[in-house]
């Protein structure tokens, strides 16, 4: 087989087209000719299927190791058709800080109808086995947190679930199949904001769901088509696009984010820096030995003597926006944005302050984005 960053640019060709094009096709048609009444046709209708959407689902599935790869039209959609697949009366134990869209979904609609969920910090072992009820079905969480970087040991979760019967089911926006494939850790269902490090340019809003085997692939099948939540063939084509480049771009965010959590580190500016590549971070250890890489999104506790609010606005080059995996860098204040929904206390026990900055680190030269934070800092001094 040939390597990743190979696989990356070229996919599986679909040997449909005889124009020599080097792209593959965007079909964009909802529908398609049957040769006659009785035939036996591969495409009938795009929801259904659609090549454009085939093959950028054969393409991550083959990039996380999996057997099949459903493409959705939103990571929520994603992971709304990746619940599906448990009946009422499950249980599912989830990590203690999912992303705050997954949180609405697991309490706001799948609790209404019959699952129900236990948060638990997923790094705590004991904590995770201690959950586990008779009619627990699977364990869901992302490895790396947001906002606050927690890691979990992806190996040692799915090696307890495998002895109590259960499917590990990991959301790997944070580090993609480049930096991570948790299947081969011992993962049953990968699952992806293509909206984020996939698509990688902030245009679309996709998701993507990956299976170990064919019977998982086809229980997600049927939530795609029978739900409906499909991508578009031009979104499709565009998150294939933005694969091609997926290593070259992480490569460059990871040194970048890298060198500003070291500026932070070693700043009065920062009490607290989040971010796994740091050496004395207390899940460096985990994210070394499960990992090729930290991840391009980091987030700082500043100082007292910063106004956090202040700072965000000061910021030139970083936009001021919530999301994450673009090209070009984000700032975020998680209290006030992104996590405003949680209640206050809930959002000051996790770490969740009014200090607390996010940063989503993009491909700018490195000079600048310091530059931009010095000049932030500066402006933000109390
Ligand atoms: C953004 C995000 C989602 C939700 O994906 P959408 O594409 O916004 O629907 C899920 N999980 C994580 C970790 C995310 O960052």
């Known amino acids: 087989m040939t390597k ?54 054969k393409q991550v599935a083959d990039l996380e190791e999996g057997a099949a790869a459903f493409a959705f039209s939103s990571g929520l959609a994603a992971i709304h058709g990746t619940l599906t697949i448990f009946a009422p009366g499950d249980h599912i134990i989830v990590g203690d800080t999912v992303y705050g869209g997954t949180w609405r979904l697991i309490n706001g609609y799948f609790a209404k109808h019959g699952l129900s969920f236990t948060a638990v910090d997923t790094r705590d072992l004991a904590a995770v086995e201690t959950a586990i009820q008779p009619n627990t079905k699977a364990i869901y ?6 906002p606050l970087l927690h890691v979990t040991d992806v ?9 109590h019967d259960l499917l590990t089911i990991v959301d790997n926006t944070f580090l993609t199949p480049y930096l991570q494939q948790p299947l081969t850790l011992g993962a049953d269902i990968v699952l992806h904001s293509a909206t984020k490090y996939l698509g990688g340019h902030s ?7 990956v299976t170990k085997t064919a019977e998982l692939g086809a229980q997600i099948y049927f939530a795609q088509n029978g739900l409906g939540g499909v991508l578009s063939p031009r979104d499709a084509e565009l998150v294939r696009r933005g694969i091609e480049t997926l290593a070259v771009r992480m490569d460059r965010e990871d040194a970048n984010a890298q060198a500003i959590a070291e500026f932070f580190h070693d700043s009065e500016a920062a009490t607290v820096v989040h971010y796994p590549g740091l050496p004395d971070d207390p899940d460096h250890a985990v994210a070394a030995s499960e990992t090729n890489g930290y991840g391009a999104v980091l987030s700082v506790e500043l100082a007292p003597t910063i106004d956090a609010s202040r700072f965000v606005d000061e910021l030139k080059l970083f936009r ?28 000051l026990a996790v770490g969740i302050t009014p200090q607390l900055v996010r940063l989503a680190v993009g491909l700018e030269d490195i000079d600048d984005l310091l530059g931009d934070i010095k000049q932030a800092l500066a402006k933000a001094e109390k």
Request: aromatic share 10%; charged share 20%; hydrophobic share 40%.
């Open 141 to 146: 969480f992302e490895t790396f947190t947001n």
């Open 203 to 209: 245009d679309l809003v996709a998701g993507i769901v």
């Open 320 to 347: 001021l926006a919530v999301s994450l995996g673009s090209v070009s860098s984000l700032a975020e204040l998680p209290y006030t944005m992104t996590h405003a929904e949680l209640p206050v206390a809930d959002r």
């Open 4 to 57: 990743f960053n190979t696989r990356l640019v070229h996919g599986t060709p679909l040997n449909d087209n005889n124009t020599g094009a080097i792209n593959p096709p965007v079909y964009t048609t909802s529908t398609f000719e049957f040769p006659n009444a009785e035939s036996d046709v591969r495409w009938d209708y795009s929801r259904s299927g659609n090549p454009t959407r085939e093959f950028l689902e």
């Open 155 to 163: 190996r040692k979760i799915a090696a307890l679930a495998k002895k």
